[in-house]
């Protein structure tokens, strides 16, 4: 008897939206994946929320869904744990912190605080942010010391629930009471949080936050430098305010996001003892903190919040029973199908292969919807006709990409890109007679124009994502009947379960998801 082999494609940032014009994918109404709905099971996955480990209503994220669907399980993520941590109180006890405030009292040193400052809760909180700072503020208030707490934040462009013009005000309040605060740096998220290895970007935030740039006044006049220029925030170049300054060995670095993938690049400037991307200056005896764990390589780095062990996930169960597995997508979501999928580790397993394809997104990705789709869709078609992978994993960044840019008819491409591409996919597979799984990683593009305001929404929503399994003995008769929105299969989760029944091998305990096999219809 041959054995099962199953390709899992993910359509990151597809989501399912309502039936009205604000939704791309209602509109175009996709051949395909119409299809596949009505002839093979089908349903829909909770994404966001608790079910997928975050905060309640928190609208789901690409790192997350693939950390779970991985797992197997829910678990709970940073930002939750770590505002529970701050809540019980629990937070101001923890000994990194505790030795924090130690290494100032004992070297009169500064501390910089670096990391993006938004509302949203999805890399970074503003609560946590201020929580730090007052935590800071009132030992150094205390003690009556000559440090000083130097903040060099960068900016998105998400305006909602509040724009960060809004949150650096609140911030300038606080000086009131903490008059040894000051805000010393500003950058674009383009430069300061790049995921695609373009260190010519890195290299901007790096050098803002060592003082080298343009000085500015105040921050509004950063800001309406720029705007006059036609720049949006998350692409604004660094800028330093207030008087000039250095980091000193006797300074504390302390990065406060809690999302790994997109900080690492800039932290691995400061940590990686072997960085070779640009000249740097060497920093031996600076503290350097980490909220959270952006590499296991870092070892100088002195972590807050430790990530959790994460046994027995679906890559290493593949693994275990000598089977190959290849994971395939563009390098803006490498860390999503390697590290994030892999239960946080980074490290290839037995028989693991890796093909990441370069991205090249540019400063508009909107006018390129097509992404490296092509070069995705044929490496899988070509790993299923040579039959030698048992599990594929691939993943279509193009649905979040693009439902970032907020661009309506560039969105509209991607839905039709995308049902090409899968039809192509699913041929092979079926003439091979491997399984197909699709499922979307969180809600964006299915919702791309607000429908208050009639603007575009270019931020993740809560939505429920689809899921399809196909084979050739899944095959049913058509159904065109139109579902209930209000209700779902399962949660993200599932999917890890389902992998493993798909491909007949055991559950262990510690993967508490069920397999959606004997749920969808």
Not at 236 to 245: A, E, R, V, W
Not at 246 to 269: H, Q, R, V, Y
Request: glycine share 6%; charged share 25%.
């Amino acid at each position: 008897m041959s054995k099962k082999k199953l390709a899992l494609i993910v359509l990151d940032g597809i989501g399912v939206g309502s039936h009205d014009s604000s939704n791309p994918i209602h509109l175009i109404q996709p051949q395909n994946l119409n299809k596949f709905s009505q002839t093979y099971p089908y349903g829909t996955l909770q994404a966001s929320g608790i079910a997928a480990g975050l905060g309640w209503n928190e609208e789901g994220r690409s790192e997350i869904s693939h950390l779970l669907m991985g797992a197997g399980r829910v678990i709970y993520q940073n930002y939750p744990k770590i505002s529970l941590a701050i809540n019980n109180r629990t937070f101001y006890k923890n000994q990194i912190l505790v030795d924090c405030l130690d290494y100032l009292k004992n070297k009169k040193g500064n501390l910089h605080l670096v990391g993006l400052i938004s509302s949203l809760n999805t890399e970074s909180s503003f609560a946590h942010l201020t929580t730090i700072i007052n935590f800071v503020g009132e030992f150094i208030n205390q003690n009556k010391l000559p440090s000083q707490i130097f903040l060099h934040l960068f900016l998105d462009n998400n305006n909602k629930p509040e724009p960060a013009e809004s949150l650096l005000e609140k911030i300038t309040k606080l000086k009131t009471q903490l008059p040894f605060l000051e805000i010393k740096s500003l950058c674009g998220r383009y430069f300061a949080l790049d995921t695609t290895e373009h260190f010519d970007r890195v290299k901007e935030s790096y050098e803002t936050i060592l003082g080298t740039k343009p000085h500015y006044d105040t921050f509004e006049k950063y800001f309406t430098y720029h705007k006059e220029r036609g720049l949006e925030a998350e692409k604004f170049p660094g800028g330093n305010l207030g008087t000039p300054y250095n980091l000193k060995p006797e300074d504390t670095l302390f990065f406060f996001n809690f999302k790994e993938a997109s900080i690492k690049e800039l932290s691995s400037a400061f940590l990686d003892p072997n960085f070779n991307h640009f000249e740097k200056e060497a920093f031996p005896d600076l503290k350097i903190i980490t909220l959270t764990n952006y590499s296991n390589d870092f070892k100088k780095a002195l972590v807050v919040f430790p990530e959790e062990k994460i046994t027995d996930t679906v890559s290493e169960i593949i693994s275990q029973n000598h089977l190959n597995q290849l994971k395939i997508t563009e390098s803006v979501r490498g860390p999503e199908v390697t590290y994030y999928w892999n239960g946080l580790k980074e490290t290839p397993l037995e028989n693991e292969y890796r093909i990441i394809i370069p991205s090249d997104l540019g400063l508009h990705p909107e006018t390129k919807p097509e992404m490296m789709s092509a070069e995705i869709t044929s490496r899988i078609i070509q790993s299923i006709e040579d039959n030698e992978m048992d599990f594929i994993l691939a993943n279509f960044p193009n649905g979040d990409i693009i439902g970032h840019t907020g661009d309506f008819e560039a969105s509209k491409k991607v839905v039709t890109i995308l049902d090409e591409a899968l039809d192509l996919i699913v041929k092979s597979a079926l003439a091979k007679n491997w399984q197909i799984m699709i499922a979307g990683s969180h809600g964006n593009l299915e919702k791309i124009i607000d429908s208050v305001t009639g603007y575009p929404d270019k931020k993740h929503n809560p939505n429920p994502v689809p899921v399809y399994i196909i084979s050739n003995e899944l095959l049913k008769t058509p159904n065109p009947g139109t579902r209930n929105q209000s209700t779902t299969d399962g949660i993200i989760s599932d999917i890890g379960a389902t992998v493993l029944d798909l491909l007949d091998l055991p559950k262990p305990e510690s993967i508490s998801g069920k397999s959606l096999l004997k749920v969808l219809r």
